[in-house]
């Protein structure tokens, strides 16, 4: 079963909008850490933001925020003012204890297009 | 200069050929991962390693071999190269905690002919 969802496998969003990506995910395991990366088409991995299974506030990183449903299991970014350079594949991940090594699951990703 | 690198960048080769895709982080993170990209999967896992001379499989483990004589090294090893294994792989080490992100190497594009 996929542990990692990501329903979107393409956005469009206005330069200057908001947009929001969605992630839901299945775990049983109450500690577990949640991670967005972006990939540009230059290839490389850059992380985004994070947000643990325990934090009660949703995380914030500059333009980018995680809107954070614990029971419902999503874990949607949400990028703010877009801009030409957000246009990029956005992986979600999760980080499940006890087993960090083999728990680090990724989704299909969704890639966003941002439109002048 | 500190991060995590990846050798070589591209790499061609043929069938049955025996590959080794390079991975040196000079964090000392305890974890490092290999995996593979390719349309339509996103990542999945090959293989990943808790600490030096401590291996264990991934998702997608067939055809591959990896070692870790030293913390700061990772090779992974095609033993003989498939055309299925055209991809493009990347390393990734993380500390042990669970809000501990993965840093990425920036990638090796292998393609087998």
């Known amino acids: 079963a996929q542990k990692i969802t990501q329903t979107q496998p393409g956005m469009f969003v206005q330069e200057k909008e908001a947009v929001t990506l969605d992630c839901t995910y299945d775990t049983s395991d109450p500690s577990y850490g949640l991670f967005w990366y972006k990939q540009p088409s230059s290839g490389e991995m850059i992380f985004l933001i994070y947000q643990g299974s325990y934090d009660q506030q949703n995380a914030t990183e500059g333009r980018y925020s995680l809107n954070f449903q614990k029971a419902r299991k999503s874990a949607n970014l949400v990028i703010s003012a877009s801009q030409l350079g957000d246009s990029a594949m956005y992986f979600c991940?999760?980080?499940?204890?006890?087993?960090?090594?083999?728990?680090?699951?990724f989704g299909p990703g969704t890639r966003l297009s941002v439109l002048p | 200069d500190a991060g995590i690198t990846q050798s070589p960048r591209y790499k061609i080769t043929e069938t049955g050929r025996q590959v080794t895709l390079m991975c040196h982080q000079t964090w000392s993170h305890s974890y490092m991962f290999w995996y593979r990209q390719d349309l339509g999967h996103g990542l999945r896992l090959i293989y990943y390693s808790a600490a030096a001379d401590i291996t264990d499989k991934g998702e997608v483990p067939d055809g591959y071999v990896v070692s870790r004589s030293k913390t700061e090294n990772f090779p992974l090893t095609l033993e003989s190269a498939t055309r299925s294994q055209t991809s493009v792989y990347f390393c990734a080490s993380t500390r042990l905690a669970a809000y501990n992100e993965q840093f990425f190497g920036p990638g090796t594009r292998l393609t087998v002919l």
């Open positions: 991940a999760m980080r499940e204890a006890p087993s960090y090594g083999q728990n680090f699951v």
